[in-house]
């Protein structure tokens, strides 16, 4: 039984853009899988309409379900979802600037009953994860480095316990090094506590490598998907995303390519 | 000396009721970064129920304060509903325009109310209990006049003060409060419940204008001038920070002492009447030197 199924989403932007055509996938207990896909693919629309932040941008579902836990979810606030144990960390981090790391960290503790010991014992396993967090505890978010405000926002995002993150473009604006540091935690977590992981990546390469599952989006429809290691041996996904080819530079009279290419925006 | 003094304490304590005004509208900048400009109604608002509950039913003060503050909280549920959750996620501009509408909207009510209750719109006079006279200790062993009913204002505006300060920095309510100021969406999807958040802190400024209101209402009288008293806090607020709840009292505490002392000394020199604009004259040379005020936030820029 899957985790979170999305079946055949329709997601309309002020009663007008249809920008979701139709999405279906699933994702597995203790699976990362991957929404790979070029800008305006409609990733993050994915994954907004899934943890229910469209409505403060005038989007909306208007067809097919959302299900988590054999359960139907959509129309849940992110209040009701984020107690069930599925959060999203928001594409470009969106930490709280004027909040020390350590107050960021406790604010995602907020839908949480429990003691100040447990809360406490979190913050410490998120520190263990994260150790440069500790060092930067005091420190005001809005001042720390983007890789720290990536860390601050997915340690953010544990401390409510999650069974399931929806992490939205982690690599956005980070050193080549530091996303592998980030991509490694995430791995981490999904090892030992068994978060299951729905990810959004344009850096395909790095997404591929980590992720066990990935779909790909075109225009707001999957186009393709399939386990990763196949997904990164296949010859159109070498070519579009990874920038491979077996044949060198491509050259644009190549009439063939343009074909293929046009299947996948059909 | 004695002199200097005198007009030195009377400045401050003066001062702190400015603080009390401008402590509604901090809450309501902390926890949603808008500038509440209905905050001056809800004072007025906010007075007037009080008065209309004690003396045109004849209650009790405790039971007239809770009745009236029940008011305020009822009012600040319904802002929430009808005026802010349409605009979440918005520009601050939009809330800011709302909030000008709530301003006009609320004093169109409160004066409909005082017609009803009272027949006419003249100020409404409003007892403490407490004497607005120099306490005679003072006034024997050092010569100087203090007034009680200021000091009882302070004390007041001291306690309030250290309330919301603990509350803010302490407490889970608190740190979300801060957190949504910061980033509205971020804060929807760490699952901070936005209506739940915004109902409580303007039941919050709801309970200090209650209470600004009662000690301006004591000190002038409840009447239309009190939403003025609003303009007042805007230096207030410049010098001090517009985030900063500490901000408040120490920037009070400055426009209160500053408008007096100049009045007193520097008034004679080109004829008086400085009281009125000192205040606005020290905020704009303040923004010329440290626009986000003594202890606000500073604007933190990515580049």
């Not at chain 1, 959004?200 to 225009?219: D, F, K, P, S």
């Not at chain 1, 196949?230 to 080819?245: A, R």
């Amino acid at each position: 039984m899957a985790l979170l199924a999305i079946n055949n989403i329709e997601v309309i932007y002020d009663h007008v853009i249809l920008v979701l055509k139709g999405v279906s996938f699933e994702v597995e207990q203790g699976q990362i899988v991957a929404l790979l896909g070029a800008n305006g693919a409609g990733k993050t629309t994915t994954l907004k309409a899934i943890s229910n932040l469209l409505g403060s941008e005038r989007g909306e579902v208007t067809k097919g379900s959302i299900e988590y836990r054999s359960e139907r979810i959509d129309g849940l606030t992110p209040n009701d979802l984020v107690r069930r144990g599925l959060i999203q960390v928001m594409e470009g981090r969106h930490c709280f600037q004027h909040l020390t790391v350590e107050e960021n960290l406790l604010t995602g503790a907020f839908t949480r009953s429990g003691s100040r010991t447990q809360v406490r014992s979190d913050l410490e396993k998120v520190y263990a994860y994260f150790p440069r967090l500790k060092e930067r505890r005091r420190s005001q978010a809005g001042y720390t480095s983007g890789g720290e405000q990536q860390m601050t926002a997915i340690g953010r995002a544990l401390m409510a316990q999650p069974q399931m993150i929806l992490l939205d473009e982690p690599s956005m604006g980070l050193a080549p090094q530091v996303v592998d540091e980030i991509f490694e935690i995430v791995h981490d977590l999904n090892e030992k506590e068994r978060v299951s992981f729905l990810l959004a990546e344009q850096n395909t390469m790095v997404a591929l490598r980590y992720a066990t599952h990935g779909y790909i989006l075109e225009n707001g429809r999957v186009v393709m998907d399939g386990p990763a290691g196949e997904l990164s041996s296949n010859e159109d996904v070498k070519e579009f995303y990874l920038g491979l080819s077996g044949s060198g530079r491509k050259s644009f009279r190549d009439v063939k390519h343009y074909r293929r290419r046009k299947r996948w925006l059909a | 000396m004695t002199f200097f003094l005198e007009v030195l304490i009377g400045g401050l304590l003066s001062g702190v009721m400015y603080s009390l005004v401008a402590l509604g509208f901090v809450l309501i900048y902390k926890a949603s970064g808008v500038f509440n400009f209905a905050q001056g109604a809800m004072v007025f608002i906010a007075a007037l129920a009080y008065v209309t509950l004690a003396e045109r039913f004849g209650l009790p003060f405790w039971a007239a304060f809770a009745l009236a503050l029940a008011v305020m909280v009822l009012i600040g549920i319904l802002t929430e509903r009808i005026v802010l959750r349409p605009l979440v996620n918005q520009p601050q501009i939009s809330l800011f325009m709302a909030t000008i509408g709530l301003a006009f909207f609320l004093e169109g009510i409160a004066q409909m109310v005082q017609l009803w209750a009272f027949n006419d719109l003249s100020p409404r006079p409003l007892t403490l209990g407490i004497q607005d006279q120099p306490i005679e200790w003072l006034m024997n062993e050092f010569d100087i006049l203090v007034s009680s009913f200021d000091l009882l204002a302070a004390a007041v505006a001291g306690v309030l003060v250290a309330a919301l300060a603990v509350f803010f920095n302490r407490t889970r309510i608190g740190r979300a409060l801060r957190a949504v100021a910061d980033d509205h969406q971020a804060a929807l999807s760490v699952g901070i419940p936005l209506k739940t958040i915004w109902g409580i802190v303007w039941s919050v400024a709801g309970f200090v204008a209650l209470v600004a209101g009662l000690l301006w209402g004591a000190r002038s009288g409840v009447q239309f001038a009190l939403t003025l008293v609003a303009l007042k806090a805007l230096p207030v607020l410049i010098l001090g920070g517009f985030e900063s709840i500490a901000g408040a009292i120490v920037g009070g505490l400055i426009i209160g002492a500053a408008e007096k002392l100049a009045e007193v000394y520097l008034g004679p020199f080109v004829g008086g009447g400085i009281e009125g604009w000192f205040a606005y004259v020290l905020a704009l040379l303040f923004l010329l030197v440290r626009p986000e005020g003594l202890f606000g936030e500073r604007h933190i820029d990515r580049v």
